[in-house]
């Protein structure tokens, strides 16, 4: 015996048109700053603090090494 209203006897929130929706605040993880960006607020870190915990891998094309190499031939 189920009724057509989640809860009998109560109205239905009604969402105000002229009224925003407000967005919740969120906080870094890490130094507790407001976080405003779409990814920043998934993640739960801003840009910075991402950066600290993540740091991006060294690039292959600046890495350097010495190698060892006979002397060219006529020199």
Known sequence: MESPEPFPGFPEPQAEPDRPAVRRPVRCALCGRPLTGTESRRAGLGPACD????????????????????????T
């Open 51 to 74: 950066a600290k915990l993540h740091p991006a891998g060294p690039d292959i094309r600046t890495r350097r090494h010495e190698v060892d190499q006979d002397p060219l031939p006529g």
